[in-house]
C-alpha cells in the first residue's frame, strides 16, 4: 500500500526561532504512525501544517501521492492537545452539532453518537454541560468527535494525557478498531509504552529537525547491542568460561522477581555479528540451568533519550 | 442542511435560550415604560408633601388673604399680628414660612415678601405668585369701575392653536397633506437611532467574545477540517443578527401591545390628554409605521453587518477580551460620533452636517434612521443603503482575511497596524 501522506522538506520559521527545519515523513496508509520528540521540539507545528491551519514556509504536501489540496482536510479527523469544545454547551448537543458539520445527517450522527457514548460509558453525561466534564471525560467526548465522520487519516496530538490507565487502555484499543477498519493513523506522544504497543513507524523530532525515521522494529532492532541476557541458577565464572570465544560477558542487575536472590544474570555480547543462537544456548545448557534467555532489544524509551541527547550534543557521535 | 445553515442555528439557539437573553427580552421594556411612567408618577404624586406645609399670611393690605386657596400642599392661615410677633408666637412655630404682604400691594405688586424656616421650593413661590397675581387683578377690575370689564377682558384674551401639516404628494395625489407633529418625529427619531446604536453595540462585543471562545478553546482547529474559516464567521454574524432582530421583534410586539393598552385607557379619560398628544397620535399612521420599519431593518441590518464583520476580525486577532480595548478603537469611535451627530441631527434634520454623515457609511445607520422621521428624499435613503451595503461587502473581505490570519495565530497581541498587514496575506 501507498502513501496516505507524506511531507517533503517542511520549513516553518516564526519570528526568532525555526520551529520545523527541513522535516520530512511519509505516512503508509493504514499504519499507526507515532510523531515523538521533547517538549518544544515541532511536533504541533507539524501536526497543524498537515491541517493546514497553519501554512509552511516551504515545503510540499502530499495527499494519496498527489499535491495536498484544501478539500483533502476533510478527510482528516484532528484532536488537538488543547480542547476544542463550547464549554457553555451541552455534551451530547455539541457532539450532535459537531458531527452533523462533519456532514453525517441528524439521525445518523445520533445513532453512531449513542453507540460511541455508550462504548466509552458516557451515556449519562448527554445533558451535562462541557464545563462539568473531567478533563478526561472531555477528552473522551473530543475524541469521538473526531472520529465520528469515519475520516480516512486521524491526527492525534496527545491523545493519552489526562487519561487513567483503564481509559488509556480503552482509547488504545479503539484506535486499533479504528486501523483495522482502513484508517490511518498519526498520533503525537510522550508516552513510549504506548508507542511500542501501537505504533508501526515513528518519526523522532528534536529541535525542529527529523532525528530518527522509520518502522519501529526496524528501529529497535537497529538500535541494539545484539547482545543476549541470559538469568540462570549456577556458576557465572563457570559460564563466563563456557561461552568464552563466543560472546564477553558482564555481570547484569538481577531483575526484581521472586527467586531474584537465586538467580544470577548476565550480559552475554557475541564477538562476531553471524553468531549461532543455537550453538549458544546448547553451551549455556550444558553448563548451568537456564530461567530465562532473551535478545536485549532497547525499549523505545531507551531509544528516545539515546537520539535525543546524541543530537543535543553533535560531538559525541 | 448545509453547514452555515448548521452553524446560523447553533448560534442562535444557543443565545436565545440562554436565561440573560431571556431575561432582558421581557425586562427591557418594562424597564424603558418605567423610565417613562415613574417621571409621570413623580408629577402627580411627588409634589404634594403629606402634611400640608402653613403658611401664615401678614397681610397689611386686606386684599390677599382672603383669596388665597390651600392647595398644592400649601395652607394659608390670615393672621392679625404683625411679622415679628408672628414670628415668635407659639401658635404659629410649626408654620413653613412667613407671607408679608404690604398695604399697597394693588399698587405695587413688589411689596411681597417670603420668609421661610426651611429653603422654599420653585413650586411654592410660583404658587404663592400666581395666586397673589389673581387676587390682584381681580382688585384691579374692581377699581377700574367699568361694568362688564371682566368679561371684555376674557374675550381679548387670544389662544391660538397651531395645527401643523406635511405636504405630501405620495400620500394622496396633489395637494393632499397630513397632520405631522415634530414631537413625534424627534421622539421616533432618537429612540430608532439609539436602538440602532445600542445593538451594533452589544451585538457587536457579543460576536467578538464568540470568536474569541473559539479560538481560544480550540474549537476552529477542530472544525476548520469540515467548514471554513469564512462560513464559521459569516456563520456567527448572521445567527448573532437573527438573535437580535429576534429580540427587537419581541420588544415591538410587548411594548405595541402596552401603547394599545394605555391608548384604551386614555379613551377613557380623553379630555385629560393634551391636545398636542392627540395630534402626535393621530400622526402615527399606519403607513409612515411600515416605512419605519422597512427603514428601520434596512439601516440596521447594514448597519450591523458592516460593524459585526469589524467585531469579528477584533475577536479573531486576541485571545481574550482584555487585549480588545485598544483594538476596538476604530469600531467605537465612529459609533459614538454617530450618537454625538445624532443630537444635532434631531434639532436640524437637514443641514450639511446631518446630510452628509447619514451618507457616510460608518455613522449611516444610526443618522439616516434619525433623518427619516423628519422625511429624507428618497434618492438620499438610496444612496446611504447602497453605499452601506457596499461598504460592508469590502469590509467583510477584509476582516475575513485578518480573520483567516488571526483566528489561528497564538501568543503575543497584535497591533492595528499587524492586523491590516494580514489582509495583504494570501488565504
Same mark, same amino acid.
Given at each position: 500500500m501507498g502513501d496516505i501522506l507524506s511531507a517533503e522538506n517542511i520549513i516553518k520559521q516564526y519570528a526568532g526561532h525555526r520551529a520545523l527545519d527541513d522535516v520530512s515523513l511519509s505516512v503508509p496508509e493504514g499504519s499507526i504512525y507515532g510523531l515523538l520528540g521533547p517538549n518544544g521540539a515541532g511536533k504541533t507545528t507539524l501536526l497543524r501544517i498537515i491541517n493546514r491551519i497553519t501554512a509552511p514556509d516551504s515545503g510540499t504536501l502530499k495527499f494519496d501521492e498527489r499535491p495536498m489540496t484544501a478539500d483533502d482536510v476533510c478527510r482528516i479527523g484532528y484532536l488537538p492537545e488543547e480542547r476544542g469544545l463550547y464549554k457553555k454547551m451541552k455534551v451530547g448537543e455539541q457532539a450532535l452539532y459537531l458531527a452533523r458539520l462533519k456532514g453525517l445527517d441528524k439521525t445518523e450522527a445520533r445513532t453512531q453518537l449513542e453507540?460511541?457514548?455508550?462504548?466509552?460509558?458516557?451515556?449519562?453525561? %448527554?445533558?451535562?454541560?462541557? !464545563?462539568?466534564?473531567?478533563?478526561? @471525560?472531555?477528552?473522551?467526548?473530543?475524541?469521538?468527535?473526531?472520529? *465520528?465522520?469515519?475520516?480516512?487519516?486521524?491526527? /492525534?496530538?496527545?491523545?493519552?494525557?489526562? $487519561? !487513567? #490507565?483503564?481509559?488509556?487502555?480503552?482509547?488504545? !484499543?479503539?484506535?486499533?478498531?479504528?486501523?483495522?477498519?482502513?484508517?490511518?493513523?498519526? $498520533?503525537?506522544?510522550?508516552?513510549?509504552?504506548?508507542?511500542?504497543?501501537?505504533?508501526?513507524?515513528?518519526?523522532? *523530532?528534536?529541535?525542529?529537525?527529523?532525528?530518527?525515521?522509520?518502522?519501529?522494529?526496524?528501529?529497535?532492532?537497529?538500535?541494539?547491542?545484539?547482545?543476549?541476557?541470559?538469568?540462570?541458577?549456577?556458576?557465572?565464572?563457570?559460564?563466563?568460561?563456557?561461552? !568464552?570465544?563466543?560472546?564477553?560477558?558482564?555481570?547484569?542487575?538481577?531483575?526484581?522477581?521472586?527467586?531474584?536472590?537465586? =538467580?544470577?544474570s548476565l550480559v552475554l555480547t557475541p564477538l562476531t555479528r553471524d553468531i549461532r543462537v543455537r550453538e549458544l544456548v546448547g553451551r549455556i545448557n550444558e553448563t548451568v540451568e537456564i530461567h530465562g534467555f532473551r535478545e536485549m532489544i532497547p525499549s523505545m524509551n531507551d531509544i528516545f533519550i539515546r537520539a535525543v541527547e546524541a543530537s543535543d550534543d553533535p560531538t559525541e557521535k | 442542511m448545509s453547514k452555515i445553515a448548521l452553524i446560523i442555528q447553533r448560534e442562535f439557539n444557543q443565545r436565545v435560550r440562554k436565561r440573560s437573553f431571556i431575561i432582558m427580552t421581557i425586562l427591557m421594556p418594562i424597564l424603558m415604560a418605567g423610565l417613562m411612567i415613574v417621571p409621570v408618577l413623580i408629577a402627580q404624586y411627588g409634589s404634594s408633601p403629606s402634611a400640608a406645609r402653613e403658611i401664615v399670611v401678614v397681610d397689611s393690605s386686606g386684599v390677599v388673604a382672603p383669596a388665597l386657596r390651600d392647595e398644592q400642599g400649601l395652607a394659608f392661615t390670615a393672621t392679625a399680628m404683625t411679622y415679628d410677633s408672628a414670628r415668635m408666637a407659639p401658635q404659629y412655630s410649626g408654620a413653613f414660612g412667613f407671607l408679608v404682604v404690604g398695604p399697597q400691594v394693588v399698587g405695587n405688586p413688589s411689596e411681597l415678601t417670603l420668609y421661610t424656616r426651611e429653603s422654599s421650593t420653585l413650586a411654592i413661590e410660583n404658587n404663592i405668585r400666581e395666586q397673589v397675581r389673581r387676587a390682584v387683578y381681580q382688585k384691579r377690575i374692581e377699581q377700574a369701575n367699568v361694568p362688564g370689564l371682566d368679561s371684555i377682558l376674557e374675550r381679548l384674551q387670544v389662544y391660538p392653536v397651531l395645527t401643523t401639516y406635511r405636504l405630501d404628494a405620495r400620500a394622496g395625489g396633489e395637494g393632499a397633506a397630513r397632520e405631522s407633529s415634530s414631537a413625534i418625529s424627534m421622539g421616533v427619531s432618537y429612540a430608532l437611532g439609539f436602538i440602532i446604536y445600542l445593538f451594533i453595540f452589544i451585538y457587536g462585543a457579543a460576536i467578538m467574545q464568540g470568536v474569541i471562545e473559539e479560538k481560544s478553546n480550540r474549537i476552529v482547529e477542530v472544525i476548520v477540517s469540515?467548514?471554513?474559516?469564512?462560513?464559521?464567521?459569516?456563520?456567527?454574524?448572521?445567527?448573532?443578527?437573527?438573535?437580535?432582530?429576534?429580540?427587537?421583534?419581541?420588544?415591538?410586539?410587548? *411594548?405595541?401591545?402596552?401603547?394599545? &393598552?394605555?391608548?384604551?385607557?386614555?379613551?377613557?379619560?380623553?379630555?385629560?390628554? #393634551?391636545?398636542?398628544?392627540?395630534?402626535?397620535?393621530?400622526?402615527?399612521?399606519?403607513? $409612515?409605521? =411600515?416605512?419605519?420599519? +422597512?427603514?428601520?431593518?434596512?439601516f440596521f441590518t447594514g448597519g450591523y453587518l458592516l460593524y459585526a464583520s469589524m467585531y469579528a476580525a477584533v475577536g479573531s486577532a486576541v485571545e481574550n477580551v482584555q487585549d480588545t480595548q485598544q483594538l476596538q478603537l476604530p469600531?467605537?469611535?465612529?459609533? $459614538?460620533? &454617530?450618537?454625538?451627530? @445624532? @443630537?444635532?441631527?434631531?434639532?436640524?434634520?437637514?443641514?450639511?452636517?446631518?446630510?452628509?454623515?447619514?451618507?457616510?457609511?460608518?455613522?449611516?445607520?444610526?443618522?439616516?434612521?434619525?433623518?427619516?422621521? /423628519?422625511?429624507?428624499?428618497? %434618492?438620499?435613503?438610496?444612496?446611504?443603503?447602497?453605499?452601506?451595503?457596499?461598504?460592508?461587502?469590502? *469590509?467583510?473581505?477584509?476582516?475575513?482575511?485578518?480573520?483567516?490570519?488571526?483566528?489561528?495565530?497564538?501568543?503575543?497581541?497584535?497591533?492595528? +497596524?499587524? @492586523?491590516?498587514?494580514?489582509?495583504?496575506?494570501?488565504?
Amino acid at each position: 500500500m501507498g502513501d496516505i501522506l507524506s511531507a517533503e522538506n517542511i520549513i516553518k520559521q516564526y519570528a526568532g526561532h525555526r520551529a520545523l527545519d527541513d522535516v520530512s515523513l511519509s505516512v503508509p496508509e493504514g499504519s499507526i504512525y507515532g510523531l515523538l520528540g521533547p517538549n518544544g521540539a515541532g511536533k504541533t507545528t507539524l501536526l497543524r501544517i498537515i491541517n493546514r491551519i497553519t501554512a509552511p514556509d516551504s515545503g510540499t504536501l502530499k495527499f494519496d501521492e498527489r499535491p495536498m489540496t484544501a478539500d483533502d482536510v476533510c478527510r482528516i479527523g484532528y484532536l488537538p492537545e488543547e480542547r476544542g469544545l463550547y464549554k457553555k454547551m451541552k455534551v451530547g448537543e455539541q457532539a450532535l452539532y459537531l458531527a452533523r458539520l462533519k456532514g453525517l445527517d441528524k439521525t445518523e450522527a445520533r445513532t453512531q453518537l449513542e453507540m460511541w457514548f455508550r462504548k466509552f460509558n458516557i451515556m449519562g453525561w %448527554w445533558d451535562r454541560k462541557v !464545563d462539568e466534564l473531567s478533563k478526561g @471525560m472531555a477528552q473522551k467526548v473530543q475524541f469521538i468527535v473526531t472520529v *465520528i465522520h469515519r475520516p480516512r487519516l486521524l491526527i /492525534f496530538d496527545e491523545p493519552f494525557s489526562g $487519561f !487513567d #490507565p483503564i481509559n488509556a487502555q480503552l482509547l488504545r !484499543d479503539e484506535i486499533l478498531n479504528l486501523r483495522d477498519e482502513g484508517a490511518t493513523v498519526i $498520533f503525537s506522544t510522550h508516552n513510549m509504552a504506548s508507542v511500542e504497543e501501537i505504533c508501526d513507524h515513528i518519526t523522532l *523530532i528534536n529541535k525542529s529537525r527529523n532525528i530518527l525515521t522509520g518502522p519501529v522494529d526496524e528501529i529497535r532492532r537497529s538500535w541494539g547491542t545484539g547482545s543476549y541476557r541470559v538469568d540462570f541458577a549456577g556458576d557465572p565464572v563457570q559460564l563466563a568460561g563456557a561461552v !568464552d570465544g563466543l560472546c564477553s560477558s558482564e555481570p547484569a542487575a538481577p531483575e526484581a522477581s521472586a527467586d531474584a536472590d537465586r =538467580l544470577n544474570s548476565l550480559v552475554l555480547t557475541p564477538l562476531t555479528r553471524d553468531i549461532r543462537v543455537r550453538e549458544l544456548v546448547g553451551r549455556i545448557n550444558e553448563t548451568v540451568e537456564i530461567h530465562g534467555f532473551r535478545e536485549m532489544i532497547p525499549s523505545m524509551n531507551d531509544i528516545f533519550i539515546r537520539a535525543v541527547e546524541a543530537s543535543d550534543d553533535p560531538t559525541e557521535k | 442542511m448545509s453547514k452555515i445553515a448548521l452553524i446560523i442555528q447553533r448560534e442562535f439557539n444557543q443565545r436565545v435560550r440562554k436565561r440573560s437573553f431571556i431575561i432582558m427580552t421581557i425586562l427591557m421594556p418594562i424597564l424603558m415604560a418605567g423610565l417613562m411612567i415613574v417621571p409621570v408618577l413623580i408629577a402627580q404624586y411627588g409634589s404634594s408633601p403629606s402634611a400640608a406645609r402653613e403658611i401664615v399670611v401678614v397681610d397689611s393690605s386686606g386684599v390677599v388673604a382672603p383669596a388665597l386657596r390651600d392647595e398644592q400642599g400649601l395652607a394659608f392661615t390670615a393672621t392679625a399680628m404683625t411679622y415679628d410677633s408672628a414670628r415668635m408666637a407659639p401658635q404659629y412655630s410649626g408654620a413653613f414660612g412667613f407671607l408679608v404682604v404690604g398695604p399697597q400691594v394693588v399698587g405695587n405688586p413688589s411689596e411681597l415678601t417670603l420668609y421661610t424656616r426651611e429653603s422654599s421650593t420653585l413650586a411654592i413661590e410660583n404658587n404663592i405668585r400666581e395666586q397673589v397675581r389673581r387676587a390682584v387683578y381681580q382688585k384691579r377690575i374692581e377699581q377700574a369701575n367699568v361694568p362688564g370689564l371682566d368679561s371684555i377682558l376674557e374675550r381679548l384674551q387670544v389662544y391660538p392653536v397651531l395645527t401643523t401639516y406635511r405636504l405630501d404628494a405620495r400620500a394622496g395625489g396633489e395637494g393632499a397633506a397630513r397632520e405631522s407633529s415634530s414631537a413625534i418625529s424627534m421622539g421616533v427619531s432618537y429612540a430608532l437611532g439609539f436602538i440602532i446604536y445600542l445593538f451594533i453595540f452589544i451585538y457587536g462585543a457579543a460576536i467578538m467574545q464568540g470568536v474569541i471562545e473559539e479560538k481560544s478553546n480550540r474549537i476552529v482547529e477542530v472544525i476548520v477540517s469540515s467548514v471554513k474559516p469564512f462560513q464559521l464567521m459569516m456563520g456567527k454574524i448572521i445567527g448573532m443578527a437573527l438573535v437580535a432582530l429576534t429580540q427587537f421583534a419581541v420588544w415591538v410586539v410587548l *411594548i405595541g401591545g402596552t401603547m394599545l &393598552a394605555i391608548q384604551h385607557f386614555a379613551l377613557g379619560c380623553a379630555d385629560a390628554m #393634551p391636545a398636542e398628544l392627540t395630534t402626535a397620535v393621530k400622526s402615527l399612521d399606519g403607513i $409612515f409605521l =411600515l416605512k419605519m420599519a +422597512g427603514a428601520f431593518l434596512l439601516f440596521f441590518t447594514g448597519g450591523y453587518l458592516l460593524y459585526a464583520s469589524m467585531y469579528a476580525a477584533v475577536g479573531s486577532a486576541v485571545e481574550n477580551v482584555q487585549d480588545t480595548q485598544q483594538l476596538q478603537l476604530p469600531i467605537t469611535i465612529p459609533l $459614538f460620533l &454617530a450618537v454625538v451627530v @445624532m @443630537m444635532n441631527v434631531m434639532h436640524d434634520p437637514t443641514n450639511t452636517v446631518a446630510f452628509w454623515f447619514s451618507i457616510i457609511p460608518f455613522t449611516s445607520p444610526i443618522i439616516m434612521i434619525a433623518r427619516i422621521p /423628519f422625511g429624507v428624499p428618497a %434618492w438620499e435613503v438610496a444612496l446611504s443603503a447602497v453605499l452601506l451595503y457596499a461598504t460592508f461587502l469590502l *469590509i467583510v473581505s477584509l476582516a475575513a482575511k485578518i480573520y483567516l490570519t488571526g483566528i489561528f495565530m497564538y501568543g503575543k497581541k497584535p497591533t492595528l +497596524g499587524e @492586523m491590516l498587514r494580514w489582509i495583504r496575506y494570501k488565504g
